[in-house]
């Protein structure tokens, strides 16, 4: 093959991906470094599970935000996006109660205020009040055991010692199952599942995931949720000028087909033209299992190979992306996250959960009314058609996604009724969907799960066994915007020092 090298481009770092956790690295990198940093996206708008699409009338979703924690004034997360964004990004505070899960039989509301959800969880369960106190202790142990044991590989060496040994029992509980921590703590089937509600943020069962897991995104959400003015996309529109102010690149289109790996050390990639780029480091977001099982080809360290075949296939949504014809505040919703589950028992495969989120209740800048209606699904529900090519997919293929729509959007009229009513249009994307525009091999929207082994292995990390090779997002850290982001700024450290870390987390 004779490879082409394009105009004398100069860059001190390529990110390959433009989700959220190669956007920070490019741009904690651009602020503190001064680097310019090349990111190349594959796809036709940057922002990889944070961009959004429009369609005609004034219709707008996320894809992937839906809601956030940790944003309010001075919380870490907006203090991190402050520091690398142009100053534009604002976060709007989501009306109280943030979160209502219903069962049948009951239907639960959660406000974003630590005392008062709990306070809510005695009131609904008198009997199970000192199991309460045991599980809201074991989710505090653990969620900082896994915030700790997630950055320490980018710690400066003293100070890695010790966060090794920091919390150790949360450490033991969060390696366990979610499902066994909850027996542990209560004994009503009933509160043990509204205690797992939001296992759709980290898409695993009770019975699957680590506590460590369920125990962060739990513990991230106990303030409350945000959400960004002017949708998911804003949050890659304030972080581009960042990366261009020093004079880099973000370039939408830009397939790579492999990272370019010389004498053992990465040194830039290979695009689908067959050109070459070249820089001192490359930071990957495209996920541990694109990495190591596609972009870096024979040079993947075998260990990495053989630490990824010990995970599960990963779970995917089928996300349903509704236009309304008016506003939905006339069904009784105030704008908060809507859970519906059809029975109690989250380890059921037959049972289907539907996540309702009002994105243009969230922000005021919205200009027509939306809802989208995201239910967790295998990853090989629709492996028959994997080989066929978006959108040209047979009419079996149509029936099968509009079925499991249809099934979602009537879990959802259950709680919120004149749902189906008020839809004007509709669309649904399929985990095939997502492969298509995320560049995955099936679609997988939470990464890597986070299964005990994860946080007994400690793998996949940011800091690969490639010289000049860093992995970013989700897969670096923890699933979700928080997670994906904090990948973002261990890769930039990876690259750039440790005191990247300590500049972020003062500012």
Same mark, same amino acid.
């Given at each position: 093959?004779?490879?082409?090298?394009?105009?004398?481009?100069?860059?001190?770092?390529?990110?390959?991906?433009?989700?959220?956790?190669?956007?920070?690295?490019?741009?904690?990198?651009?602020?503190?470094?001064?680097?310019?940093?090349?990111?190349?996206?594959?796809?036709?708008?940057?922002?990889?599970?944070?961009?959004?699409?429009?369609?005609?009338?004034?219709?707008?979703?996320?894809?992937?935000?839906?809601?956030?924690?940790?944003?309010?004034?001075?919380?870490?997360?907006?203090?991190?996006?402050?520091?690398?964004?142009?100053?534009?990004?604002?976060?709007?505070?989501?009306?109280?109660?943030?979160?209502?899960?219903?069962?049948?039989?009951?239907?639960?509301?959660?406000?974003?205020? *630590?005392?008062?959800? &709990?306070?809510?969880?005695?009131? @609904? #369960? +008198? !009997?199970?009040? $000192?199991?309460?106190? =045991?599980?809201?202790?074991?989710?505090?142990?653990?969620?900082?055991?896994?915030?700790?044991?997630?950055?320490?590989?980018?710690? *400066?060496?003293?100070? &890695?010692?010790?966060?090794?040994? @920091? #919390? +150790? !029992?949360?450490? $033991?509980?969060?390696? =366990?199952?979610?499902?066994?921590?909850?027996?542990?703590?209560?004994?009503?089937?009933?509160?043990?599942?509204?205690?797992?509600?939001?296992?759709?943020?980290?898409?695993?069962?009770?019975?699957?995931?680590?506590?460590?897991?369920?125990?962060?995104?739990?513990?991230?959400?106990?303030?409350?949720?945000?959400?960004?003015?002017?949708?998911?996309?804003?949050?890659?529109?304030?972080?581009?000028?960042?990366?261009?102010?020093?004079?880099?690149?973000?370039?939408?289109?830009?397939r790579v087909r492999r990272i370019l790996v010389e004498h053992g050390r990465a040194v830039g990639v290979v695009m689908d033209s067959g050109d070459v780029l070249r820089a001192p480091f490359v930071i990957s977001d495209a996920g541990a299992a694109n990495t190591y099982g596609h972009l870096l080809g024979d040079a993947a360290p075998a260990h990495a190979r053989t630490a990824l075949a010990r995970f599960?296939?990963?779970?995917?949504?089928?996300?349903?992306?509704?236009?309304?014809?008016?506003?939905?505040?006339?069904?009784?919703?105030?704008?908060?996250?809507?859970?519906?589950?059809?029975?109690?028992?989250?380890?059921?495969?037959?049972?289907?959960?539907?996540?309702?989120?009002?994105?243009?209740?969230?922000?005021?800048?919205?200009?027509?009314?939306?809802?989208?209606?995201?239910?967790?699904?295998?990853?090989?529900?629709?492996?028959?058609?994997?080989?066929?090519?978006?959108?040209?997919?047979?009419?079996?293929?149509?029936?099968?996604?509009?079925?499991?729509?249809?099934?979602?959007?009537?879990?959802?009229?259950?709680?919120?009724?004149?749902?189906?009513?008020?839809?004007?249009?509709?669309?649904?994307?399929?985990?095939?969907?997502?492969?298509?525009?995320?560049?995955?091999?099936?679609?997988?929207?939470?990464?890597?799960?986070?299964?005990?082994?994860?946080?007994?292995?400690?793998?996949?990390?940011?800091?690969?066994?490639?010289?000049?090779?860093?992995?970013?997002?989700?897969?670096?850290?923890?699933?979700?915007?928080?997670?994906?982001?904090?990948?973002?700024?261990?890769?930039?450290?990876?690259?750039?020092?440790?005191?990247?870390?300590?500049?972020?987390?003062?500012?």
């Amino acid at each position: 093959m004779t490879v082409r090298t394009p105009r004398s481009d100069s860059f001190d770092t390529i990110v390959v991906g433009s989700g959220i956790g190669g956007l920070v690295a490019a741009a904690a990198l651009a602020r503190l470094r001064g680097q310019r940093v090349l990111v190349l996206e594959q796809h036709g708008t940057i922002g990889g599970f944070t961009h959004e699409f429009k369609r005609p009338g004034g219709y707008r979703w996320d894809v992937g935000v839906h809601y956030l924690g940790g944003m309010g004034p001075g919380d870490q997360g907006s203090r991190i996006l402050d520091r690398l964004g142009d100053g534009s990004l604002a976060f709007s505070r989501m009306p109280e109660p943030f979160e209502r899960y219903v069962y049948p039989g009951l239907d639960f509301r959660q406000p974003g205020d *630590p005392d008062q959800f &709990r306070a809510s969880l005695t009131a @609904a #369960f +008198p !009997r199970e009040t $000192r199991g309460i106190g =045991r599980y809201l202790d074991a989710v505090h142990g653990a969620a900082r055991w896994v915030a700790v044991h997630g950055v320490r590989e980018v710690l *400066p060496p003293l100070i &890695r010692g010790g966060a090794r040994m @920091a #919390f +150790p !029992r949360g450490g $033991r509980v969060a390696r =366990r199952t979610t499902a066994e921590v909850l027996s542990g703590c209560v004994e009503d089937p009933l509160l043990r599942a509204v205690l797992a509600s939001q296992w759709g943020d980290y898409g695993l069962r009770p019975g699957e995931s680590a506590f460590g897991i369920h125990a962060l995104i739990v513990d991230h959400y106990l303030r409350g949720g945000w959400y960004p003015v002017g949708g998911g996309g804003a949050i890659a529109r304030s972080l581009r000028p960042t990366i261009e102010g020093t004079g880099g690149e973000v370039r939408a289109h830009a397939r790579v087909r492999r990272i370019l790996v010389e004498h053992g050390r990465a040194v830039g990639v290979v695009m689908d033209s067959g050109d070459v780029l070249r820089a001192p480091f490359v930071i990957s977001d495209a996920g541990a299992a694109n990495t190591y099982g596609h972009l870096l080809g024979d040079a993947a360290p075998a260990h990495a190979r053989t630490a990824l075949a010990r995970f599960p296939p990963p779970y995917t949504v089928v996300a349903v992306f509704l236009g309304l014809s008016g506003d939905p505040a006339t069904l009784g919703v105030n704008g908060g996250n809507v859970w519906v589950f059809e029975g109690t028992d989250h380890d059921d495969p037959a049972k289907l959960a539907s996540y309702v989120s009002f994105p243009s209740m969230k922000d005021p800048l919205a200009t027509a009314h939306t809802a989208e209606i995201i239910s967790p699904v295998d990853a090989n529900a629709f492996r028959e058609w994997a080989g066929r090519p978006w959108p040209r997919r047979d009419a079996a293929y149509l029936d099968a996604k509009n079925a499991i729509a249809d099934r979602a959007m009537g879990l959802a009229e259950t709680a919120i009724p004149g749902l189906r009513a008020l839809t004007a249009m509709r669309e649904v994307a399929t985990p095939l969907t997502f492969a298509h525009f995320d560049g995955t091999a099936t679609g997988g929207v939470y990464g890597i799960p986070c299964v005990p082994v994860r946080f007994r292995d400690g793998f996949p990390r940011s800091r690969t066994a490639v010289p000049g090779l860093a992995l970013s997002g989700a897969d670096a850290f923890s699933p979700g915007v928080m997670g994906a982001m904090m990948g973002g700024v261990k890769a930039a450290c990876v690259a750039g020092g440790t005191s990247i870390m300590r500049s972020l987390m003062r500012s």
